[in-house]
């Protein structure tokens, strides 16, 4: 198939490799440039509409809305396209993006994904998607080329949207509940390796606790997936539970406290810094 990318971040960039090597002819465009071994780099994001499916993975709504919406690239799309949006978006934007397309005539299905770059890299990403039935089928074979697993989150596309900031939500919960058990149990002489070898091994065995503890047990926060865009999806699910009308007490305790983080001038550092910043926070 000829397939459009359009945005070359950590995980736009191995997910258009990935579809290369699968023999795809894949044409990108990205806002700074750039080059993909095996890809295309066309001028605009309207030349990569041009193709018969059209992977989107920028960083945010505002993003994608002057990318996009704001030239209505989508208007002159190739006729029968799917496009696949992959990032991180408020369930309020996909909802737009949803009768944006129905406007325009074009097949929309949200697939945002679980995992970092080195994830994406090897082609096993947790691909939650959602959209129409027959648009899906379309384009699962690209799916199971970037992904590892699809979980189809069902026939409503910003269904995954939420799917996934309540995903990227959880993640920093299980941060900052490794932080505050590593202030308990430092206090009282045991080490943070120590006391992690005892919860991977019992209760806590999932890969963001594996990830993330070996970050704070380690203290490299190098990033892989940065505090500001962290900040930015748990302010996505703060908007979501205004919208349901639900008060989340955790979500807006993880919220502050990675604003503290970002504030603090951990913005550019991993989001797991969070911990860094509770584990080094004064006490009364």
């Known amino acids: ?103 325009a005539g074009i097949a929309y299905v949200s697939a945002p994904v679980l995992g970092r770059p080195d994830v994406a890299a090897k082609g096993e990403l947790n691909v939650l998607a959602g959209g129409p039935p027959d648009a899906l089928a379309k384009v699962r074979p690209l799916l199971e080329v970037i992904g590892g697993r699809i979980w189809d989150m069902g026939d409503h596309a910003p269904t995954a949207n939420a799917a996934k900031i309540a995903c990227n939500m959880m993640i920093t919960m299980a941060i900052e509940a490794m932080a505050e058990a590593v202030v308990l149990t430092e206090a009282n002489g045991l080490p943070r390796e ?47 539970a205004d919208d349901a009308g639900r008060i989340l007490p955790m979500l807006s305790a993880v919220h502050g406290r990675m604003r503290e983080t970002v504030e603090a001038g951990f913005g550019e550092r991993d989001w797991s810094a969070m911990a860094a910043f509770t584990i080094a926070a004064p006490g009364k």
Not at 18 to 37: D, I, M
Not at 205 to 221: K, L
């Open 194 to 240: 120590r006391f992690f070898d005892v919860i991977l091994n019992t209760l806590f065995g999932s890969r963001s606790y594996q990830v993330y503890s070996a970050n704070i047990a380690n203290e490299n926060y190098e990033p892989g997936f940065k505090a500001t865009l962290g900040l930015k999806d748990l302010r996505l699910a703060s908007e979501a």
């Open 1 to 103: 198939m000829e397939i459009g990318m359009i945005g070359l971040g950590a995980m736009g960039r191995a997910m258009a490799r990935n579809l290369a090597r699968a023999g795809h002819a894949v044409k990108a465009w990205n806002r700074s440039g750039g080059f993909v071994e095996g890809v295309t780099m066309v001028a605009s994001p309207a030349e990569a509409f041009q193709s018969d499916a059209v992977f989107t993975m920028l960083a945010d709504d505002d993003a994608i809305r002057s990318t996009l919406l704001v030239p209505n690239v989508l208007a002159h799309a190739r006729p029968g396209l799917v496009h696949v949006l992959s990032s991180t978006i408020s369930v309020a934007f996909a909802r737009e993006l949803v009768a944006a397309h129905e406007a």
